[in-house]
């Protein structure tokens, strides 16, 4: 098996303004919370809150091009939204294997979404498959 259990892996991310726009685009969620700085700032966030779906999609990212093996596929993904991301924000997603599942070629990984300030924003839990 190529992970073992307190493995770590770990990808740097900006929310940049593309990112951010072809969410939109691709999604049309224009909620004023994500797209009204005066209406996110009147309700006490410092800026626009970014979707927290675009998390779910570095996950994805992050699962399929920053594992040492390409053949997977995600089985289950939980992330818990604990403070928001802004516009700019440098991530790092820290992912550790915490379960093994030779048997049936299942890894689980406890994952976090940690900003520059070293707060964890999000974090979960992801099961996915070896596909080889």
Partial sequence: MIFIPGQEFNENFKISEKTYNDFINLFKDKNP?????????ARGFK???MH??????????????????KDVIIHSQEIQFKYPVYLND???ISATVSEVYESVNAVI?????INAENKVVAKGKIQIGLLS
Wanted: proline share 3%.
């Fill in 33 to 41: 919370l994500h797209t009204d700085e005066d209406y996110a700032i």
């Fill in 47 to 49: 800026s626009k809150v």
């Fill in 52 to 69: 927290g779906n675009i998390l779910n999609g570095l996950v994805s990212y992050f699962i399929g091009e920053c594992l040492p093996v």
């Fill in 90 to 92: 440098e991530l790092q």
């Fill in 109 to 113: 990984f406890k994952i976090k979404f």
